[in-house]
């Protein structure tokens, strides 16, 4: 267990320096959890999650067919221990902190899909997270590498196969009904590396944490994507732009310094650069008249 919020610190940074891929993404995943629970002890969780590795060992599955694995991989998390999406409280803050999403069984599509990637992984299974826009959705491979070998999987509606039709009629409830024949576009398909799936766990946090003004929580959230996705300008750009809002000027100037000098790295940069700029000159601003209003401030002579 990491006892100290600099070893916290050293630990995402290592998945910021890395290629994407992480040893252990449920376990990084309850590190990012433990953040917002201090002093709570991980050791059930790590227990619990030994726990789902054995059950599904037990099931002695021999057989190299993608789906009898999916199916294993669903009796195990939904059927015996009962891990399906949060419909009613869909934006609940919990339902993205795997500490609470193994203590309640319920949680996103991204956080479900850790445990079963980290089941999966446990018993040497090629399982990675999908670029599906919207709904985070999961492919597991059997022992053929081809498309046929291959199955597509929802943890939040109970670890359903998905074929094609599924997948369309998904895109059609998230584009509107005059979709009326939704592409299943090739970037869809693409695999998406662990620290992404990490990034994505975090942004649904952040935007929960922006629609009730918790920009406190944000900035926490923001602090953590910068470190274990550095390579992200936007993530600096945000952070700098909340710290400048709620009036930490240092730490907001030296985000919206590095965002400035990384520039080209954004998408509409001549836009957020102009922002930028704006923003370092008003942080410039208020520097100067905080520094005269404290020279006007000179001691009364009794």
Same mark, same amino acid.
């Given at each position: 267990?990491?006892?100290?919020?600099?070893?916290?610190?050293?630990?995402?940074?290592?998945?910021?320096?890395?290629?994407?891929?992480?040893?252990?993404?449920?376990?990084?995943?309850?590190?990012?959890?433990?953040?917002?629970?201090?002093?709570?002890?991980?050791?059930?969780?790590?227990?619990?999650?030994?726990?789902?590795?054995?059950?599904?060992?037990?099931?002695?599955?021999?057989?190299?067919?993608?789906?009898?694995?999916?199916?294993?991989?669903?009796?195990?998390?939904?059927?015996?221990?009962?891990?399906?999406?949060?419909? #009613?409280?869909?934006? !609940?803050? @919990?339902?993205?902190?795997?500490?609470?999403?193994?203590?309640?069984?319920?949680? &996103?599509? $991204? +956080?479900?899909?850790?445990?079963?990637?980290?089941?999966?992984?446990?018993?040497?299974?090629?399982?990675?997270?999908?670029?599906?826009?919207?709904?985070?959705?999961?492919?597991?491979?059997?022992?053929?590498?081809?498309?046929?070998?291959?199955?597509?999987?929802?943890?939040?509606?109970?670890?359903?196969?998905?074929?094609?039709?599924?997948?369309?009629?998904?895109?059609?409830?998230?584009?509107?009904?005059?979709?009326?024949?939704?592409?299943?576009?090739?970037?869809?398909? #693409?695999?998406?590396? !662990?620290? @992404?799936?990490?990034?994505?766990?975090?942004?649904?946090?952040?935007?929960?944490? &922006?629609? $009730? +003004?918790?920009?406190?929580?944000?900035?926490?959230?923001?602090?953590?994507?910068?470190?274990?996705?550095?390579?992200?300008?936007?993530?600096?750009?945000?952070?700098?732009?909340?710290?400048?809002?709620?009036?930490?000027?240092?730490?907001?100037?030296?985000?919206?310094?590095?965002?400035?000098?990384?520039?080209?790295?954004?998408?509409?940069?001549?836009?957020?650069?102009?922002?930028?700029?704006?923003?370092?000159?008003?942080?410039?601003?208020?520097?100067?008249?905080?520094?005269?209003?404290?020279?006007?401030?000179?001691?009364?002579?009794?």
């Amino acid at each position: 267990m990491i006892e100290n919020r600099e070893n916290y610190a050293a630990a995402l940074k290592a998945v910021g320096r890395g290629d994407g891929g992480i040893t252990d993404l449920a376990g990084a995943a309850l590190l990012l959890a433990s953040l917002d629970r201090p002093g709570v002890s991980l050791q059930k969780y790590d227990h619990h999650l030994k726990i789902l590795a054995l059950d599904l060992k037990s099931m002695n599955i021999t057989s190299q067919s993608a789906t009898h694995r999916a199916r294993a991989l669903t009796d195990v998390l939904y059927a015996r221990h009962e891990y399906t999406g949060n419909k #009613e409280f869909y934006e !609940d803050l @919990q339902n993205a902190n795997l500490m609470s999403v193994i203590d309640t069984r319920k949680g &996103l599509p $991204v +956080s479900l899909s850790i445990l079963y990637i980290h089941a999966a992984r446990s018993q040497g299974w090629h399982i990675e997270g999908l670029n599906f826009p919207q709904h985070f959705l999961i492919r597991l491979c059997g022992a053929s590498s081809a498309a046929a070998g291959q199955v597509i999987i929802d943890p939040f509606n109970d670890g359903k196969i998905l074929n094609a039709k599924d997948l369309r009629e998904m895109i059609q409830d998230f584009k509107g009904l005059e979709y009326k024949n939704p592409d299943l576009r090739p970037e869809y398909y #693409e695999p998406i590396t !662990d620290r @992404q799936i990490l990034v994505r766990l975090l942004e649904n946090i952040k935007i929960r944490c &922006l629609k $009730v +003004s918790d920009l406190g929580q944000a900035i926490n959230i923001l602090m953590r994507l910068v470190l274990i996705d550095p390579e992200d300008i936007q993530h600096h750009y945000e952070l700098g732009m909340l710290l400048a809002h709620v009036g930490r000027n240092d730490r907001a100037r030296e985000s919206l310094t590095y965002c400035r000098n990384n520039i080209d790295k954004i998408t509409q940069n001549d836009l957020i650069e102009q922002q930028v700029i704006n923003t370092l000159l008003d942080l410039d601003k208020q520097d100067l008249e905080s520094k005269r209003s404290n020279v006007l401030k000179l001691p009364e002579i009794e």
